[in-house]
C-alpha cells in the first residue's frame, strides 16, 4: 500500500475540479465506433474471423470511469471474448496500467453479485487490450506493452497484462487496412489534417481535410452525417496535441511538482478555451452551441477562461 504526501493529494483534489476532461466526452475515433457495424468490421479484420450480425456485440463501456482522468474508447463482449479498443495520438507507457484498472472494473460489473467463494470454477470473459496507435513518436508497425514493465523492483510479480500497439498512421499495416475501411478510411482522414497542418491555421486544415475526404468517399456517410460535430472534435484533439507538446515535452513532465500539475491545468485550460474559440469562428456558431459540441456547458467554459475573475467572486 502506498500513501500520497499531503501535497500529491491536494494536487489530485485540485485536478479533480478541472471539468475539461470530465465533460469533453467523444473524439474521432470513439465515435466512429460507437457504430456497432463499423466495431465488428474492425474486430473481424484483427482477428480474421467473419461475424456477419453486430447484435452479437455486447458494448460494457464504463462511460463514468473517471477517476483513470479520461474515458476509454470502447469495450466489448463478443463469444468469450472481452475486448477493450483505445485510440492514442500520442505515445504512452501506461496504458497497461490504465488496462489493468479497467478490466478490474469491467470483470466486477460482469459477473456483478456472484459468490466467489463457491467451489464451482467461475468462468470470465477472455481479455483482450487493443491499442491503435497514429502517433509520431514510435514507427513499429505494431509493438506489445506490458505491466510488469511498470514494477518498481523488475521482479516478475504474480499479475501481468498485454497490450498489443498497432499503428494505424497512413501507409502503416497495409493487409489489416486493406481488411478493415474504416481503419484505413480514418488513416487517410487523420494524414490529410496533418498534411494541411503544415500550410493552414488548424481550423482551415480540418475544415479542408473534412471537405476532400467527403468528395473522395473516404467515412462519407459519417463525416456527412456528424460534420459539425467531427470538426469540433477534430480542432480540440489537434489543439490538445499542441498544448500537450509546449507544455509537457519541454521538461515539465519530468517529476509530480506543483509546477507540472500548474503546467496540466493551464493547458488543458488553454486548449479548451481555444478550441472554443476556433470551433465558433470556424463554423460560425455562437458560444452556447460551440460548447454543446464540445460536452461542456458555457458556465464551465467561463470558470476555465476566467479562472482569477471566478476566484475573486469566492
Known amino acids: 500500500m502506498f500513501l500520497l504526501h499531503k501535497e500529491e493529494q491536494n494536487m489530485d483534489l485540485k485536478e479533480e475540479t478541472m471539468p475539461v476532461y470530465r465533460n469533453y466526452k467523444d473524439r474521432v475515433f470513439r465515435r466512429l465506433l460507437q457504430d456497432k457495424k463499423r466495431l465488428l468490421e474492425v474486430y473481424n479484420a484483427?482477428?480474421?474471423?467473419?461475424?456477419?450480425?453486430?447484435?452479437?456485440?455486447?458494448?460494457?463501456?464504463?462511460?463514468n470511469a473517471?477517476?483513470?482522468?479520461?474515458?476509454?474508447?470502447?469495450?466489448f463482449i463478443i463469444d468469450s471474448n472481452m475486448c477493450l479498443f483505445e485510440h492514442q495520438s500520442s505515445y504512452c507507457p501506461n496504458m497497461p496500467l490504465r488496462g489493468f484498472l479497467y478490466f478490474a472494473d469491467l470483470y466486477k460489473k460482469h459477473i456483478r453479485d456472484v459468490e466467489l467463494s463457491v467451489r464451482k470454477l467461475i468462468k470470465i470473459p477472455t481479455p483482450h487490450y487493443i491499442v491503435f496507435y497514429n502517433g509520431t513518436e514510435r514507427e513499429e508497425e505494431e509493438f506489445q506493452q506490458l505491466l510488469s514493465e511498470a514494477f518498481e523492483d523488475n521482479s516478475e510479480g504474480c499479475i501481468e497484462l498485454k497490450v498489443r500497439t498497432i499503428n494505424i498512421n497512413y501507409g502503416r499495416n497495409k493487409e489489416l487496412m486493406e481488411k478493415s475501411k474504416t481503419l484505413s478510411h480514418y488513416a487517410y482522414f487523420v494524414s490529410c489534417i496533418r498534411k494541411y497542418m503544415e500550410t493552414m491555421p488548424l481550423e482551415t486544415a480540418v475544415n479542408t481535410a473534412v471537405?476532400?475526404?467527403?468528395?473522395?468517399?473516404?467515412l462519407h456517410e459519417f463525416l456527412c452525417e456528424q460534420k459539425a460535430e467531427v470538426i469540433a472534435m477534430s480542432i480540440y484533439e489537434y489543439n490538445e496535441e499542441y498544448v500537450r507538446k509546449t507544455f509537457?515535452?519541454?521538461?515539465?513532465?519530468?517529476?509530480?511538482?506543483?509546477?507540472?500539475?500548474?503546467?496540466?491545468?493551464?493547458?488543458?485550460a488553454e486548449t479548451l478555451v481555444n478550441s472554443i474559440h476556433k470551433i465558433?469562428?470556424?463554423?460560425?456558431?455562437e458560444l452556447e452551441k460551440a460548447c454543446k459540441l464540445l460536452g461542456i456547458s458555457v458556465e464551465e467554459y467561463e470558470l476555465i477562461s476566467n479562472p482569477k475573475n471566478n476566484s475573486n467572486q469566492k
Not at 471537405?211 to 473516404?218: D, M, T
Open 280 to 285: 465558433m469562428e470556424s463554423l460560425d456558431l
Open 248 to 268: 509537457f515535452e519541454e521538461g515539465q513532465e519530468e517529476g509530480y511538482g506543483k509546477g507540472v500539475a500548474d503546467g496540466k491545468r493551464e493547458g488543458r
Open 211 to 218: 471537405e476532400e475526404c467527403i468528395e473522395k468517399g473516404i
Open 66 to 75: 473517471i477517476y483513470i482522468k479520461m474515458k476509454n474508447d470502447v469495450s
Open 46 to 63: 484483427l482477428n480474421n474471423t467473419n461475424y456477419k450480425d453486430e447484435e452479437q456485440l455486447q458494448i460494457t463501456t464504463l462511460d
